[in-house]
């Protein structure tokens, strides 16, 4: 402080600077929010930025246009911010006391990522960023412009998230935490503040490949690279059209995304558990019977699915991923409901679903499925190295 010739104490610039927002305030008010992890990174031209375009050039991008028109702006987050000096990076669990894909043995219940089950969490993650920039707009003395995203933004988050020392990229392409592992969702806030940064995390992947040696597709076609068009979250959700039948016995039980490489890793064995009700599943979504998603009315379905993360996948991607996942079940019951029309399940009737159906039941008729010849495999019944 500095005194003043009337008397009165006023702020000289060393005592603004005390008084601007710190990088712990806001981890404080980032905790009590709900969010697990936070850590802040310098808003700059990392050297892992650049790979995205060769990445796309390559062709792993698939039918991800957007990755493509977005492109300029994921190099550098002060493409979508100018002015912009740090990310708020945040980290949430939402792990629940629920088995690992790799250990379900029923041949006949369906298969949904983890992070899935519960609710939307571009929708709950937003509403609690936006709560963040409000406080940070209340406790910061100067002003600052921000952008907050969940996922969807043109933003590298991983990137943003390692430098912000929340993890680091695995060779599985994942953010992991060496306390917590990764199963994380990720959320920033790019802004103009300047603020203290953490000291970025640190490689720990070391000589582990159980993530490459574990997928089913060969998608890791090297460490952290990710060839999305072979990889199960993009074939069951991104994907419009027919799935390549080459991929098709991979899938397994899988009718939306997959954990495999998640769950294969050594940082994932003990990991914490969330007791946030935003991300308990569904009870619909709870190790479903794959002749009974099959068998729920569209409405129902669309009913079930409103307000998750799984209606990106829409319900005819949704009807097409099942067809599939009951062809590799082997089960004749569920493999006869195929053949069954229904007036209350018109998303069956599109080409895209039939086409499915017909595959399902002549892969029934040719062959054992592996994954009940030996249900331990269920998860992983085929692998098709590159
Ligand atoms: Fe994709 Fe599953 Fe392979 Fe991981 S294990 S890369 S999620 S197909
Ligand atoms: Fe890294 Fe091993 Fe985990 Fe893969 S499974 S991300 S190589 S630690």
Same mark, same amino acid.
């Given at each position: 402080?500095?005194?003043?010739?009337?008397?009165?104490?006023?702020?000289?610039?060393?005592?603004?600077?005390?008084?601007?927002?710190?990088?712990?305030?806001?981890?404080?008010?980032?905790?009590?929010?709900?969010?697990?992890?936070?850590? =802040?990174?310098?808003a700059?031209?990392?050297?892992?930025?650049?790979?995205?375009?060769?990445?796309?050039?390559? $062709?792993?991008? $698939?039918?991800?246009?957007?990755?493509?028109?977005?492109?300029?702006?994921?190099?550098? !987050?002060?493409? !979508?911010?100018?002015?912009?000096?740090?990310?708020?990076?945040? $980290?949430? =669990?939402?792990? =629940?006391?629920?088995?690992?894909?790799?250990?379900?043995?029923?041949?006949d219940?369906?298969?949904?990522?983890?992070?899935?089950?519960?609710?939307?969490?571009?929708?709950?993650?937003?509403?609690?960023?936006?709560?963040?920039?409000? +406080?940070?707009?209340?406790? #910061?003395?100067?002003?600052?412009?921000?952008?907050?995203?969940?996922?969807?933004?043109?933003?590298?988050?991983?990137?943003?998230?390692?430098?912000a020392?929340l993890?680091?990229?695995?060779?599985?392409?994942?953010?992991?935490?060496?306390?917590?592992?990764?199963w994380?969702f990720?959320?920033?806030?790019i802004?103009?503040?300047?603020?203290?940064?953490?000291?970025?995390?640190?490689?720990? *992947?070391?000589?582990?490949?159980?993530?490459?040696?574990? *997928?089913?597709?060969?998608?890791?076609?090297?460490?952290?690279?990710?060839?999305?068009?072979? *990889?199960?979250?993009?074939?069951?959700?991104?994907?419009? $059209?027919?799935?390549?039948?080459?991929?098709?016995?991979?899938?397994?039980?899988?009718?939306?995304? *997959?954990?495999?490489?998640?769950?294969?890793?050594?940082?994932?064995?003990?990991?914490?558990?969330?007791?946030?009700?935003? +991300?308990?599943?569904?009870r619909?979504?709870?190790?479903?019977?794959?002749?009974?998603? +099959?068998?729920?009315?569209?409405?129902?379905?669309r009913?079930?699915?409103?307000?998750?993360?799984?209606?990106?996948?829409?319900?005819?991607?949704?009807?097409?991923?099942?067809?599939?996942?009951?062809?590799? #079940?082997?089960?004749?019951?569920? =493999?006869?409901?195929?053949?069954?029309?229904?007036?209350?399940?018109?998303?069956?009737?599109?080409?895209?679903?039939?086409?499915?159906?017909? +595959?399902?039941?002549t892969?029934? /008729?040719?062959?054992?499925?592996?994954?009940?010849?030996?249900? /331990?495999?269920?998860?992983?019944?085929?692998?098709?190295?590159?």
């Open positions: 402080m500095t005194g003043s010739s009337n008397g009165r104490w006023e702020l000289g610039v060393g005592d603004w600077e005390l008084r601007t927002l710190t990088s712990s305030e806001i981890k404080a008010r980032a905790r009590a929010l709900g969010f697990d992890l936070c850590g =802040i990174a310098p700059g031209s990392f050297p892992e930025l650049s790979f995205l375009r060769e990445w796309l050039d390559r $062709g792993h991008a $698939g039918e991800m246009g957007y990755l493509q028109r977005t492109a300029d702006k994921r190099a550098d !987050v002060r493409h !979508v911010l100018p002015g912009a000096r740090s990310v708020i990076v945040t $980290g949430t =669990i939402y792990n =629940i006391a629920r088995p690992y894909s790799t250990e379900q043995a029923d041949p219940a369906a298969l949904i990522s983890r992070y899935a089950w519960g609710d939307d969490y571009h929708d709950v993650l937003k509403a609690r960023l936006d709560a963040l920039v409000a +406080w940070m707009r209340d406790a #910061s003395p100067e002003p600052f412009e921000a952008r907050a995203y969940v996922d969807t933004g043109p933003v590298q988050e991983r990137v943003y998230a390692q430098y020392g993890g680091w990229i695995g060779k599985n392409t994942c953010l992991i935490n060496p306390s917590v592992g990764s994380l990720l959320a920033e806030i802004c103009t503040l300047r603020l203290d940064p953490d000291p970025p995390a640190l490689d720990q *992947c070391g000589t582990c490949t159980l993530c490459l040696d574990a *997928c089913p597709t060969g998608a890791i076609v090297e460490p952290q690279v990710l060839d999305a068009t072979r *990889c199960l979250s993009y074939l069951t959700i991104e994907l419009r $059209g027919p799935i390549p039948e080459a991929h098709r016995p991979a899938l397994g039980a899988h009718v939306y995304g *997959c954990d495999i490489c998640q769950e294969v890793c050594p940082y994932n064995q003990q990991p914490p558990r969330s007791n946030d009700v935003a +991300w308990q599943p569904r619909a979504l709870d190790l479903p019977a794959l002749i009974a998603l +099959w068998q729920t009315p569209d409405d129902e379905l009913a079930t699915l409103k307000g998750s993360a799984m209606t990106r996948a829409t319900l005819t991607g949704l009807r097409r991923n099942v067809a599939v996942a009951i062809g590799n #079940s082997g089960n004749p019951d569920a =493999i006869a409901s195929l053949a069954v029309a229904s007036e209350d399940r018109p998303s069956a009737d599109d080409p895209i679903v039939e086409e499915h159906i017909r +595959w399902a039941v892969n029934h /008729a040719n062959h054992e499925p592996a994954n009940r010849a030996n249900p /331990a495999n269920r998860a992983n019944p085929v692998m098709i190295r590159p």
